[in-house]
């Protein structure tokens, strides 16, 4: 029997997108009690398929899923220039949405979509899947009950085990608005202030294909707030030993750190020394937990009617701050947020 019968009780989701995130917001949905994945949609009908098949779901296109009675949500997980349409769409069919950053890779056109999302009172929260770690959640615990003190100082340390398809590149808005932008995020969640400067140097370290697509593979920013705070992220598209995912707060009375994860803690020790199991391979293994967590977190705000967190506005923020961190290289300076 399908999804979309009305046998099942629960929030009824619409996946708009059946490329690598949907496959992973799939899974979290069906790990998800309460959580009830009706249709699926993709501009290629073989991919939309194979994942309704598997998830018990129908195949509908996004007007249908739009107009659709027997769907209360839908989940925007298509290519980045599709998002602020979509969310519009979905506004103003009376849905309530759950994207994946960043709404759109033009902040003018993130005040549209947020204008209309406001002007009809739509419910709107933006993927930034790392708030919802179990590990990075409890940093965060702990700063806030006091543990290190003032925080002074964020470190964030996050590098792809390879690079994408250098045809990626250009549609992902690139390295900042597409990779680091989780991290700007983070650091905005960390710092407890907004950054109002960032000084970034990037390079081409890794791939030379990428930079003549007009991009970074390799990059080091530093964040500065109104009270001197600040952070400082390490990105590379290429870590040659798994996925590196660290971060370090600081603060008066300590520090604060979440490290990698392993499919084990498993360690052996001989005569040649110490070995431990590789890190994780990528974020659909990283951060199987969080992104479950994520759609939870979506589905209890719908459900109570409370503002959804991280909402629209964060990620308007975290798109400023890419944007002048594409600037602060192109000009080699600090530069205003």
């Not at 960043?102 to 003018?108: A, E, H, I, M």
């Not at 991009?215 to 590196?244: E, H, M, P, V, W």
């Amino acid at each position: 029997m399908s999804a979309g019968s009305g046998v099942r009780s629960g929030l009824r989701l619409g996946l708009l997108g059946a490329g690598r995130i949907g496959k992973v917001h799939a899974g979290a949905i069906a790990a998800t009690p309460g959580a009830i994945l009706v249709a699926v949609a993709d501009a290629v009908p073989a991919a939309a398929e194979a994942l309704a098949t598997a998830a018990g779901a129908e195949v509908r296109d996004v007007d249908a899923i739009m107009a659709a009675t027997d769907i209360d949500a839908v989940l925007i997980t298509t290519p980045t220039d599709m998002h602020a349409t979509m969310i519009e769409q979905a506004a103003r069919a009376g849905k309530a949405i759950f994207c994946e950053k960043p709404v759109d890779l033009s902040v003018t056109r993130v005040r549209e979509c947020l204008a209309v999302v406001a002007e009809t009172g739509a419910k709107l929260m933006v993927g930034f899947n790392r708030r919802f770690d179990p590990n990075f959640i409890e940093v965060r615990r702990r700063i806030e009950a006091g543990a290190i003190g003032d925080v002074e100082m964020v470190s964030i340390t996050s590098r792809d085990p390879a690079p994408p398809p250098v045809a990626y590149i250009g549609r992902s808005g690139g390295l900042f608005r597409d990779m680091t932008i989780h991290d700007f995020d983070m650091a905005r969640w960390l710092l407890g202030e907004e950054p109002v400067s960032v000084f970034a140097a990037a390079s081409n370290l890794v791939d030379p294909e990428i930079g003549a697509a007009g991009d970074f593979d390799s990059a080091s920013i530093i964040l500065t707030t109104t009270s001197g705070k600040i952070a400082q992220i390490s990105n590379s598209r290429r870590a040659t030993y798994g996925y590196d995912q660290r971060i370090e707060v600081l603060g008066s009375k300590g520090m604060v750190s979440a490290e990698n994860l392993r499919a084990t803690t498993v360690e052996i020790a001989t005569a040649d020394g110490y070995r431990r199991e590789p890190l994780l391979d990528f974020f659909m293994t990283r951060y199987t937990q969080a992104y479950a967590n994520e759609i939870a977190a979506f589905l209890a705000g719908v459900a109570a009617g409370t503002p959804l967190d991280p909402s629209g506005e964060d990620g308007l923020k975290a798109l400023l701050i890419a944007d002048a961190a594409m600037r602060s290289v192109a000009e080699g300076r600090a530069v205003s947020i």
